[in-house]
């Protein structure tokens, strides 16, 4: 099956804009605003990828050079955080601009377009494509394909290699399903993984506009998932790391002053917890196994940069690259993510093109709401009322230019992370709390929310905390928190601490 589309005849997208024309609110629609002389955007999502990259010297070992490239001629945020640490609440968030404490989009299900009030919600490539830009996308972007019609053009692309049985032999406990799983794959089939298929339509498009010299600016999506489970990849890419490689800091005992209602948050994962790799001898196994992911799909994002370059696109298109939230291999004894914790929420984050600084690092905070305003500032179209987020072009142009809000990480109603450029705050539904001073603990081993000197700096973050989060919306199902009477529920089933399995 080939994996390149069909041009959309121009009836069609005629109809297209039509369509958006009713959806939208009035006057939104501006037939002067496909403006060729507007940058174009390359927006390109990670699935699952945590902190580690080169340039943010985040994993000693960690070989990104494309993506290292990109940072040093554009601005690189070295605080960067996520929504939600998980993917559908995740993306809902940043690509309709609200959160998940505004929509009571929370677990892996249901879709936004499913939910009364959001039905007509404008997301961000509807808003550029309302402004006259024609909007692209392949691989994943929106969770499960939920909002895949809001863009004009989908690529439809088979999916990733996998082998006939798990690599991983040992049932990973307590849920185990084929997905995760992790190892070396026959040679040439980097060429059948999805990731591969992404960047060459990628790659195709950029040619293509190229050689047509096409004057309407467009809106190009690319979501990357090799470092989504399962974390398969050639030799080559395995052969870039040690067979013992650097391991995260994950010392005995270090939930000991850990609030149990962390737990709650990701009672039942599919993801092993650090037990099951030490007892099973996968721990450093995994954690190649991530890292030549990691290097495997920053080699795909290369070959779309260059493409980018070749056909002269480069200085006229806004890059935005990032991940949808983090990931742990071992901190406070997980792995997977679904956690308040900084492994959980610190992402890499990268804009470059026009009106963006090169080579520069920022230490200001921003999480994933600024996304939508920030692009929407930078092509230059007229602000989007109601979004959560904040424009962070101030920090495009000066990467130490002040900001006052933090970043914000919620995880099912009543928990929510506060993240300063110092603090990391986390209140959980329960009351319990966890205060980290990162200039002094990046790692999060000592929680501070006991000590009365900290008091005040946890009255200052908590004020940023809603006070009455959207609860669930019907049908919300996988990774769903909730509280019946007494009890907690996790997916439907009451939480039983003895059960815990730790």
Known sequence: MSDVEHPVPWLMRLSALVLLALLLPAGMV???DADASRPNVLFVAVDDWND???AMGTHPQVKTPNLDRLAARGTLFLNAETPAPLCNPS???FLTGLRETTTGVYGLAPGFRTVPA???????PQYFQAHGYWTMQAGKIFHGGYGDADFQETANLSRRWSPPEKLVKEPIEPVDLKAVDWGVSPPGTDTLHIDYHVARWGVQKLDSIHAAGNTQPFFLALGFV???????AEQKWFDLYP???VLPTAPPGDREDVPEFAWYLNWRLPEPRLSWLLENREWEKKVRAYLAAISFMDAQVGRVLDALE???LADNTIVVVFSDHGYHFGEKDLTGKNTLWERSTHIPLIYAGPGITRGARSTRVTDLMDLYPTLVELAGLPPKSG??????????????APRDHPAMTDSNPGNTAVRTERYHYIRYADGSQELYDLYRDRDEITNLAGKPEYAEVIRDLARWIPDNPAPHVPGSRSRVLWKEGDTWYWEGEPIVPSELVR
Request: no cysteine.
């Open 30 to 32: 501006h037939a002067q």
């Open 52 to 54: 580690w990259m080169g």
């Open 91 to 93: 993306r809902t968030a």
């Open 118 to 124: 959001l039905k007509d919600v404008v997301t961000l």
């Open 226 to 232: 090799a470092t989504h489970v399962p974390y398969y």
């Open 243 to 245: 067979e013992n490689p």
């Open 310 to 312: 070749r056909n002269g």
């Open 387 to 400: 979004l959560d987020g904040i424009s962070m072009v101030p920090q495009l142009k000066d990467p130490t």
